[in-house]
């Protein structure tokens, strides 16, 4: 009979009819659970996937031992596919493949012989050229196999059996890592330190209410097998608190300077699972795509010593940028996501590190109990033949009487049960025995054997009743394998974020910024220039042509912004270490090449910050009087062709621009050697296009020459032309309103030549001054006189009668301390002006030491002068 919801075809096979959405339901939840338990999925215990265990344990029961010979991967890729994994022979090679591969595994498992591909994507040689063995470390995961430490399962047909898990003595799971991808979910956990790992295990062991912040002290993070650089330690620690996280991990680079003078980036480490030959194809491209134009050639030059990719730069491109750009483009830097996803009892968990530790350290004392078990049981039998030994040697006379008179084997076991009440083990033992065993030396040896086991027995059933034991016998052996197979990490952890600016790349120090009529600009250390006494002739700053002179000289730090303000009114913002960095006697680079300046537009301003505060204000001055006061968080913001800072009237020009307090007077200078003080509140704040107010009134035929902010007990520093100049005291300014003329600051006469510049100054400030044909002194404050208002002034700097004095720029003293080593008699660590002591001192220049004693050696050249 059938039922009445049956139906029964053609050939009498019965029908059952099934609802379509339930059958694709439930065959997708048998293949889901297939994957992820028996193909995708590692087990926390030994940290393999099924068919790694598989490869393991057929090459071990194979003989393939590190001390035996190598055999054909293929013999091995059979073994596996007809006994344990019925799956195809490339899955099981390319499984095996990787095993071997030191690049791809911490600690390889496969000791391979032959063609196992390469960092740069090569495949591996067919199976049937390669050979194979197990690495010394695959004997650590099977190392006491044989003693009943796992379970052993069926095989796919159930002709043989299989270990369900290996006793894995050391935590392969965090040592290799394992990345697999599942139905809904995936693995990725990075390699570690084998070291480390089993001093995190040691820490678990000797305190089980660890944290996982006190466990990063033992396992600071992953340890690439390819090196590298973690950078930050926040996406470590989610990982490991969460079993989720995302670290940035970057390539090892350094810069060379070659013979002639170019510098050069060399790559010797790349970031994990990256393909060496793609990332030199990638960078290649970006050469071509014109977004690597600092590249003038690139060659790989690894060889089987290491690795090597050299990047040959362009001339006056900075190394750090180039690296930089390297990092954000290419695969010299990239995130590697962990999911710390394995198998606990069959089940996919996500665990964090103290979790995996724990199921590992469980596994552990399992392992030992299973083979202290299994070596109790086999040590009590062997004691009980020995115990039987013995009372056959006591009574060998007797034994060997019932021996001789008894017709079968049957007849002399039941009767040497029945005399000496021997079990059939210890009968069967002493029937087998050979005559030699009778000797009286042999007798000795087997007491000694039976006293060393029954104290091997106690110590077993001590071990089995005592937990502590156990955990006792895991920390000795980890340490053993430790001691053994340990090395040193590979990859460096830093404290950087992943995210990294340009100048987070490049040393911090403070650079002189010059920049000629002609338009050069180039940067250099501070610590270039020699200080000297008033009058001196000065060295060579810049070696001029054609007439060219120096325009522009400030000081700023590398990490500082720079906002150029230009005769027209616009302002530009730069890095400073993105300008170029130049020699002492070098010219420098056009500055069209760094900011798109129209014909007849020149640097008129320039504001170092390194942030844009809304209560910080800016004072704007033109040639012509007009003055503006605005915030400077307005010009927060940057544009390739630059944004308006002030609108100028036509023929106008913007002169100078400087912060501005509230309180705090302004000083504006005239070329006829006028000058007028007034206080800030004078000029109210305006937006940033805005032209402003009349701040001096300036008659035709002259213009203003400068404008400073002159602090209370300051003192106001003019100098000629020709190199005359004087100190007076801003006091001696009357505080006017704005708009008016002004009042004589120095007597103006053809031989001194007009007013060239001023510069407000205190008592702990120095003096560069620079000429046109690019001489530059350097000189204290204190050492230029101090005359009243309207005298002509004394000589400062000694310029030829075909020069003359071009610009001038102001500098703080640094409190007294130790000279750094490469600083000439004389010459003092300078901070940028306006910037707290301590914060940029121009003893942090990292400027090379013998470099520097070049210099000043070469500085000895010119001759000082009073």
Known sequence: MTDENTTVDMSGTTLLPIEIQQELKSSFLEYSMSVIVARALPDVRDGLKPVHRRILYAMNESGLTPTRPYKKSAWTVGEVIGKYHPHGDSAVYDTMVRMAQPFAMRVPLVDGHGNFGSVDGDAAAAMRYTEARLHRMSMELLRDLDKETVDFGPNYDESLTEPTVLPSRFPNLLVNGSAGIAVGMATNIPPHNLGEVIDGVTMLIDNPDVTVEELMTAIPGPDFPTGGVIMGREGIRSAYETGRGSIAVRGKAHIEQTSTGRMRIIITEIPYQVNKSKLVTKIADLVR????TEISDLRDESDRKGMRVVIELKQNCIPQVVMNKLFKHTQLQQGFGVIMLSLVDGVPRTLNLKEMLHYYLEHQKEVIVRRTRYDLRKAEERAHILEGYIIALDNIDEVIRIIRGSQTDVEAKERLIERFGLSEVQTDAILEMRLRRLTGLERHKIEDELAELRERIAWFKRVLAEPQLVLDIIKEELGEIKAKYADKRRTEITNAAKDLDVEDLIAEEDMVVTITKAGYVKRLPVATYRQQKRGGKGLQGVNLKDQDFVEHLFIASTHDYVLFFSTKGKVYRMKVHELPLGSRHAKGTAVVNLLPFETDERIAAV??????????????ATSLGMVKKTAIQAYDRSRRDGIIAINLREGDELIAVRRVKPGEKVMMVSTAGKAIKWDESEARPMGRDTMGVRGMTIKEGERCLGMEIAPEGSELFVVTERGYGKRTAVSEYPEHHRGGQGVRTIAITPKKGPLAGMKIVGPGHELMLISEEGVVIRVKAGDISQLGRSTQGVKVMN????????????VSASKKKARPRGLGEGQEALPIEGEAQGQGSADSLGHDERE???????????????
Not at 799 to 810: C, G, K, L, Q, Y
């Open 607 to 620: 504001i170092n910050t390194k942030e844009f505060s809304p209560d910080e204000y800016l004072m704007f």
């Open 852 to 866: 520097m004693e070049a210099e000043e050696l070469a500085a000895e050249e010119f001759e000082d002068g009073e």
């Open 289 to 292: 795509e014109k977004k690597l």
């Open 799 to 810: 310029v030829s009668e075909t020069d003359r004095v071009s610009a001038i720029a102001r």
